[in-house]
């Protein structure tokens, strides 16, 4: 009898591990977000990065003016143009003595979710400011999984639209 409890109780683990664990729901997805717009609030390009997959590529078109750059990344190239850029309006705010703020708007425009829950594709549009002026606007179709727990995106696909200081 104790064989059978051991291997039920085997089974309800092994299922919550391979299966429940990885599925996800709207309301997990919105807070992964807000936690996400939260990390850019503080700067923080470490709790970024954490949201994405060690295996993460991305694709992005950014314009700015009359030019258009396509390109192609893994998370440790976009991790660390994130902690340059981040680490300058840093300096920023520090400098003007936190007059010049981050400033991140998200919008969540669609959260698909496959029939089994694991795997979301999710539309975003961001907005970057940094104070009164308008640094970028970005609109992004994202891939989303659940691994320990975690919600992190596999890839991403994104145009960017850059403004200069008027």
């Not at 680490?87 to 669609?110: N, P, T, V, Y």
């Not at 145009?159 to 200081?165: C, D, E, H, I, L």
């Amino acid at each position: 009898m104790v064989k059978w409890i051991l291997l039920v109780i085997l089974a309800g683990a092994a299922w919550w591990h391979f299966d429940y664990s990885h599925r996800m729901t709207e309301r997990q997805i919105n807070a992964a977000y807000a936690d996400h717009v939260d990390a850019f609030r503080r700067f923080d390009a470490d709790a970024i990065c954490a949201h994405m997959s060690e295996d993460f590529v991305g694709d992005e078109t950014l314009r700015q003016g009359e030019q258009s750059v396509q390109r192609h990344y893994g998370k440790e190239d976009l991790c660390k143009q994130m902690r340059r850029n981040l680490d300058l309006m840093k300096r920023l705010s520090a400098a003007s003595g936190g007059l010049i703020e981050l400033d991140i708007e998200l919008e969540i425009k669609s959260i698909e979710l496959t029939v089994n829950r694991k795997l979301a594709t999710v539309e975003t549009v961001y907005t970057a400011r940094l104070g009164d002026m308008t640094l970028a606007r970005e609109r992004t179709t994202e891939h989303l999984i659940r691994r320990n727990g975690r919600i992190l995106s596999t890839d991403a696909e994104s145009k960017v639209w850059a403004y200069s200081p008027q």
